[in-house]
């Protein structure tokens, strides 16, 4: 069974492994989201992790992890944007399942999840999601969940300590009314 907590700086050392074996690749196993052939590097470092969690407060953004008997197995970061295209949004990040668990329903669960926390606690109308624009694959997850493209393109943060693309890259902007 999956349950859903909010994430602790005690839980950061396995919260890291999740995010970087989704985003990067973990040894003997394939994930569909990964993106070491695009992106060079890890995702995230502890002691930025734990910054996040530190930071965390419950009016403008929240992490939450998925786990499966008490170990980690995805994450999902939250965070409160009062006015984005003249509505209040949510945007969602760091959004990562473990290769090992992927397509068992972690990932609909905790974005599930996460929307409805912003919906509830902020009054949010919009979600928003960042996504690289090579990703035609993981664009149809999010479109099935009701993401659509905006059209709107955002570069690819150069120096942000989430690894180095080794070809050109940019973000999609989705957004789903809610």
């Known amino acids: 069974e999956i349950t859903i907590a909010k994430a602790t700086v005690d839980?950061?050392?396995d919260m890291v492994k999740v995010i970087n074996w989704a985003y990067r690749g973990k040894d003997g196993v394939e994930g569909w989201t990964g993106e070491k052939d695009y992106i060079?590097?890890?995702r995230i470092e502890v002691n930025?992790?734990?910054k996040m969690i530190e930071n965390q407060d419950e009016a403008k953004k929240v992490i939450f992890i998925a786990l499966m008997d008490e170990s980690v197995?995805?994450?999902?970061k939250v965070e409160r944007f009062p006015n984005f295209?003249?509505?209040r949004c949510a945007e969602f990040g760091l959004f990562s399942v473990d290769p090992s668990h992927q397509s068992h329903g972690i990932g609909r669960k905790l974005l599930d999840h996460a929307e409805a926390f912003a919906q509830a606690a902020w009054g949010v109308t919009l979600g928003v999601?960042?996504?690289l624009d090579n990703r035609d694959d993981l664009y149809q997850?999010?479109?099935r969940r009701g993401y659509q493209k905006t059209g709107r393109k955002e570069p690819f943060p150069a120096g942000a300590h989430c690894g180095a693309p080794k070809i050109?890259?940019?973000f999609d902007v989705l957004h789903r009314q809610f």
Not at 73 to 76: D, E, K, L, S
């Open 11 to 13: 839980r950061a050392d």
């Open 48 to 50: 930025d992790l734990k």
């Open 85 to 87: 295209e003249g509505q």
């Open 141 to 143: 997850w999010y479109s």
């Open 40 to 42: 060079s590097g890890i």
């Open 168 to 170: 050109p890259l940019q």
């Open 129 to 131: 999601i960042w996504l």
């Open 73 to 76: 197995v995805g994450t999902v």
